[in-house]
């Protein structure tokens, strides 16, 4: 009977052949969770509860219900129990008034900082535990950026997985010590938004794309940092809209039983992404727990597949009861574990949705809470890792920092504050309301954004520092009039600094059409510094982006400033005028031109207008080479290169050593050793660990970001290895002339490959190369490592 259930995804894989080399392989039953990792007494405890249940309440506990948040489990009185509140998203509470937008995971890569990463996790917590909420929908490292077009990148933190899977980990503990659950997301594959869901093309229903890759990309790649996240003890995860070999993300028995419930070691639950489930018993066997938004859902139109089909399945016998049980001890276990069942605030009736669920359907259900303003102090910290989050790219002839100039000019139209309302999540006019022209854009949009209780606009930072000495501060936020000869206006001309101020949109749901910055900001850049000689250019918004004025000599400092959050006016200015020394890296590459990257967007007229069910696929045939891994396999020449970004002062790197923990380690780990969350645990065994030493040689404070890069021997990795691969970063901050030493463990999974064959990892047996830089192309020390 269930060997029958994985057919389901694949029966209409006929159309393409290229489609029928990657199928998903049946892989059940589901594995019960255990509550290895440190949940053994909450699990006990979600095991007392689910014996109390009926059948009827269980099946509820398994399915949304409308209700206060973006999706909801119902309460049962009865049992004291108060309900679940899910609410969206990875950088604020999206709908909540008297909450904070903090910085975008974009700009928290940026910052390449592990303790900023944490403690933005941790106020994130803080902030949906005073508002009611149990679950947070976020972080994101899927998308990872296989595409640099891809529409949500942003949210996730960069198309490294090592970088990910680093901030990933720090963004999940930081939450989950403030009592609020993760819910790591969009599990997996989900790398362009473009056909990331069914549609109907002339009354036939097409299918969404199929994210077809093979198991050693899967593992090096895609899941690794996913296997952070779960090592990190994420309590959910969801699963995505698109299909992967051919399966639906979340019926798909390979990724959801395989590799993340037996292979990881996943113990929490698998929710579905919104109106993301396709089939009720086939997904639940598959390893899917919990439905969202479950029985009301948007439209009449979409079934829930749970609910009342779950009781009617158990009591036909197609469904067994164990496996119902285990996706609630699942979803119950994580809730024990940060003990949500003690004093959990009740939900904040301001922090609803706009939109979801009529207030007439449910509010019986739920106790709702005043109005609390969650802030608290979140602000600095907010315009701390909005700075460090900036990535000083160009600076000719030390222009920044600036000192004191008198005649500041302040150009273009992201410049100025918000001009059509504090929300790019519009049910009226759509995700994309977020793309109008004049107003600054802290974050993205769609369900990732935040409605801002205030945002300090650029413009507004710098008139109040030119303010503290008597400057004069000339503006025009207008890109039109900057586009069409508006300069004139200027006296006097040129000013001795002008600050241009670029956009780029994106948002869920779209993928973005062009990696220049909208609102001819190309003519807006060579406008302005066609009459200042000294033009500083600042980028806000999504990334990667090329900047076709780059090498004009009148632009003399350029800034990647990415989606700083509510402080963004503020975070540039302490850059601008140096009481934020800038430490920001590219957590992505620039090129030289749009046409230098790999599109990697399945996309035309004659796909979106074809009635071909299985018409969308996206075969990931570049394997593990996206981003600076394609760069480097190609020898090209880049704008600005993964891990870059210059300072205020200058660092030099000396003293490489390699100290191997374990010499003739074995090839694999252990078959007989412990699962835990994570993997294998001789996995996260440290194997070896590089130093280096690192002094500040300039003469102002000022940090930095060493990065480790490893280069496995591709004789034995096969041939689809990356040149070299990011395995260790710390940032150093040092005063002028002092120096200090950093270490980088590296554990066995960091200098492993993935043996297809046989299904585990393995060390290399020839010499690894290594390098300790600035840069994944600055690489000042080398070295090697055999073990
Ligand atoms: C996808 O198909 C490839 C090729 O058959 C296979 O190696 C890989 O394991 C499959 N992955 C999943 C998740 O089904
Ligand atoms: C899960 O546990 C139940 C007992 O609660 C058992 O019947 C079932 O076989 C177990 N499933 C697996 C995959 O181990
Ligand atoms: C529910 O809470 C009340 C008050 O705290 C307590 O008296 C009662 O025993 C609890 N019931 C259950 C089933 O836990
Ligand atoms: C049960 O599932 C079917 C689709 O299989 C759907 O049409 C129906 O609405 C579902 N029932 C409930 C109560 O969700
Ligand atoms: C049992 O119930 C499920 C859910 O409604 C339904 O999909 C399935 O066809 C039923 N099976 C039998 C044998 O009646
Ligand atoms: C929610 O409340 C409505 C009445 O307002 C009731 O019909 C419904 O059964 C309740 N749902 C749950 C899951 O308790
Ligand atoms: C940079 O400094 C050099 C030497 O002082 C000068 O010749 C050059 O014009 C300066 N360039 C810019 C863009 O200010
Ligand atoms: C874009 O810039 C060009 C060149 O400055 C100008 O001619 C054109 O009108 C601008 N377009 C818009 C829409 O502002
Ligand atoms: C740079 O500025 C100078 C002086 O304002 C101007 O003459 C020159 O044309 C500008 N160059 C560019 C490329 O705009
Ligand atoms: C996808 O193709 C359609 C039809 O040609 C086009 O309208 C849309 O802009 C494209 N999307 C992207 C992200 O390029
Ligand atoms: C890459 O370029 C460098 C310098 O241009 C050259 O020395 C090296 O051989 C090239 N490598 C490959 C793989 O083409
Ligand atoms: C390395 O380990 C293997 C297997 O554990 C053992 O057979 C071999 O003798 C060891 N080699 C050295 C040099 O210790």
Redesign the pocket.
Same mark, same amino acid.
């Given at each position: 009977m269930r060997q029958s259930f994985p057919l389901i995804g694949l029966v209409c894989a006929t159309a393409s052949v290229a489609a029928l080399d990657y199928l998903s392989p049946p892989v059940y039953p589901s594995p019960n969770i255990t509550g290895s990792g440190g949940w053994e007494a909450a699990l006990s405890k979600a095991q007392a509860f689910v014996d109390q249940l009926t059948l009827e309440e269980k099946a509820d506990m398994v399915t949304g219900t409308p209700g206060p948040c973006t999706g909801n489990i119902a309460p049962i009185p009865r049992l004291n129990f108060s309900g679940l509140c899910l609410q969206d998203g990875p950088l604020a509470i999206r709908p909540a008034i008297y909450a904070s937008v903090f910085p975008a995971g974009l700009s928290t890569a940026a910052s390449w900082d592990k303790g900023l990463a944490h403690q933005r996790g941790l106020y994130i917590g803080e902030e949906f535990k005073g508002k009611g909420s149990h679950i947070a929908l976020g972080p994101v490292v899927g998308p990872l950026g296989r595409s640099p077009f891809g529409g949500r990148n942003w949210e996730g933190f960069s198309p490294d997985s090592y970088l990910s899977g680093v901030l990933v980990e720090e963004t999940i503990t930081g939450m989950q010590s403030a009592g609020v659950q993760a819910c790591t997301k969009h599990y997996i594959l989900n790398e362009q938004e473009t056909q990331r869901n069914p549609s109907v093309v002339n009354g036939v229903a097409v299918d969404a794309i199929s994210s077809n890759l093979d198991d050693q990309t899967m593992h090096e790649t895609y899941l690794w940092p996913f296997a952070n996240a779960v090592h990190a003890g994420t309590a959910s995860l969801m699963c995505s809209y698109n299909r992967i070999n051919g399966s639906y993300g979340c019926q798909n028995s390979k990724t959801l039983n395989g590799l993340l419930k037996e292979e990881l070691g996943f113990q929490g639950y698998v929710m579905s992404d919104w109106t993301a489930t396709h089939a009720g018993v086939p997904a639940i066997e598959a390893g899917l727990d919990m439905n969202m938004p479950g029985g009301i859902p948007f439209t009449s139109a979409t079934p829930s597949y749970f609910g009342e089909n779950v009781t009617i399945a158990v009591n036909n016998g197609s469904l067994a009861i164990e496996r119902v049980n285990d996706m609630i001890l699942r979803i119950l276990t994580p809730y024990y574990a940060l003990g949500q069942d003690a004093n959990f605030p009740p939900v904040d009736r301001t922090s609803q949705p706009l939109s979801f669920f009529p207030e007439a359907e449910w509010v019986h259900n739920f106790t709702l809470g005043p109005l609390v303003d969650v802030r608290a102090q979140h602000a600095s910290l907010i315009r701390e890792l909005g700075a460090a989050g900036t990535v000083l790219l160009k600076n000719t002839n030390n222009t920044l920092p600036l000192e004191q100039p008198q005649e500041i000019g302040v150009f273009g139209n992201d410049a100025a504050d918000l001009t059509a309302g504090q929300y790019s999540l519009s049910v009226s006019t759509g995700l994309a309301s977020g793309d109008y022209d004049i107003g600054t854009l802290p974050v993205g949009g769609g369900s990732g954004t935040g409605r801002y209780s205030y945002v300090v606009p650029p413009l507004d930072a710098i008139k109040a520092r030119g303010q503290t000495y008597g400057a004069h501060v000339q503006y025009i936020t207008d890109n039109f009039v900057i586009s069409n000869g508006g300069l004139t206006s200027l006296a006097p001309t %040129?000013p001795e600094v002008c600050i241009v101020f670029l956009k780029s949109w994106a948002s869920e749901g779209e993928d973005r059409t062009t990696l220049i910055a909208e609102w001819n900001s190309t003519a807006v850049v060579?406008n302005v &510094?066609?009459?200042? %000689?000294n033009t500083v250019v600042v980028l806000h918004g999504a990334s990667p982006n090329v900047l076709p004025w780059k090498d +004009? &000599? +009148?632009v003399t400092a350029i800034l990647a400033a990415h989606f700083p959050g509510q402080e963004t006016g503020n975070s540039i200015a302490d850059v601008l005028w140096g009481d934020v020394n800038p430490a920001g890296k590219l957590p992505y590459t620039i090129a030289n031109q749009e046409s230098d990257y790999e599109k990697n967007l399945v996309n035309s007229t004659e796909l979106v207008e074809s009635t071909d069910p299985n018409a969308w696929q996206a075969t990931f045939t570049e394997g593990q080479l996206i981003d600076y891994k394609e760069f480097d396999a190609q020898n090209k020449s880049v704008a600005y290169e993964f891990g870059f970004g210059l300072s205020y002062t200058t660092f030099e790197l000396s003293d490489i050593q390699v100290n191997v923990a374990a010499t003739n380690a074995s090839r694999t780990p252990s078959s007989t050793a412990k699962i835990i969350p994570g993997g294998n645990e001789e996995l996260w065994v440290t194997l070896a660990t590089v130093s280096a030493t690192v002094k500040n040689t300039g003469d102002v404070t000022g940090a930095t970001v060493p990065q480790l890069y490893v280069s496995l021997p591709a004789s034995e990795a096969g041939p689809g290895t990356p040149v070299r691969v990011l395995r260790g970063f710390e940032k150093v901050a040092l005063a002028a002339g002092e120096t200090a030493t950093f270490e980088f463990p590296l554990v066995r999974r960091d200098i492993s490959f993935w043996d297809t064959t046989a299904q585990t990892w393995r060390l290399p047996s020839s010499r690894i190369g290594l390098a300790v830089g600035f840069s994944s192309r600055d690489l000042k020390l080398t070295g090697e490592l055999t073990v």
């Open positions: %040129p060579e &510094a066609s009459v200042c %000689p +004009n &000599a +009148n």
